[in-house]
């Protein structure tokens, strides 16, 4: 069964620190992996997704890569501003059946000004 | 505006009375989905629709129905709701293309059973 696990549950970073969120999962016969954000009380944002085949997406301030031999992704994000605050989640889908999604716990990230 | 919706947004209800959590999108997206969302416990799918009369178990099936009648309806129906199934539910849809799948959550329903 798929695991996926977001390290660390929680982060703190002063304002203009560049940073990254990191996503492990442990089967890595992977159809996509989606990165999201939670703002507190409400639904996901997509932020990227990334196909099997690629090996990273950006998009703005933020650069999400994938290594599927290692089972891993990251999400990096430059400059952080205060407004980056929230909890990332990610999530893959299993190329065995596109349908089923498993997700990680998050990263609460808390950007000071 | 391209969207996915859910009603209602808030309920409280009592153990066994049925209910249903309504879902649609305007993307005209194939696929659709229903996770939970708990404490400690993160967001785990409950059903899956690939298509309209296609649907599937996700990981936490049990106490819960959908059905497909239409591209853009996904309801979910909680038959007798139980305290258990307190919680946050969202919904969310995708195109089913090659460059596939990428989701777009709806606001979400927080449901209490008493």
């Known amino acids: 069964k798929q695991e996926v696990t977001q390290i660390p549950a929680a982060l703190s970073v002063p304002e203009g620190e560049n940073l990254v969120l990191n996503c492990s999962f442990t089967?890595?016969?992977?159809?996509?992996l989606q990165w999201f954000r939670q703002d507190p009380g409400k639904g996901l944002t997509s932020l990227l997704l990334?196909?099997?085949?690629?090996r990273e997406q950006t998009s703005g301030r933020l650069n999400a890569s994938l290594d599927k031999s290692s089972g891993r992704s990251t999400l990096y994000i430059a400059a952080s501003q205060p407004g980056d605050s929230a909890t990332y989640l990610c999530?893959?889908?299993?190329?065995?059946?596109?349908?089923?999604?498993?997700f990680g716990d998050g990263t609460t990230l808390t950007v000071k000004p | 505006e391209a969207q996915v919706t859910q009603n209602p947004r808030y309920l409280i209800t009592v153990t066994g009375k049925k209910l249903t959590v309504t879902c649609s999108q305007n993307?005209?997206?194939?696929?659709m989905s229903w996770y939970r969302q708990d404490p400690g416990l993160g967001l785990r799918q409950i059903y899956y629709?690939?298509?309209?009369?296609?649907?599937d178990k996700g990981d936490v099936p049990e106490g819960y129905k959908v059905s497909r009648k239409e591209k853009r309806n996904f309801p979910l129906i909680l038959e007798s709701p139980s305290p258990n199934q307190t919680s946050l539910y969202f919904c969310?849809?995708?195109?089913?293309?090659?460059?596939?799948?990428?989701?777009?959550f709806g606001p979400g329903t927080r449901l209490t059973v008493l």
């Open positions: 629709s690939m298509n309209v009369e296609v649907t």
């Open positions: 969310a849809s995708s195109l089913v293309d090659r460059v596939g799948y990428e989701q777009f």
């Open positions: 993307m005209n997206h194939e696929y």
């Open positions: 999530a893959v889908k299993p190329n065995t059946n596109a349908g089923k999604s498993t």
């Open positions: 089967d890595s016969a992977i159809y996509n």
């Open positions: 990334i196909q099997s085949s690629q």
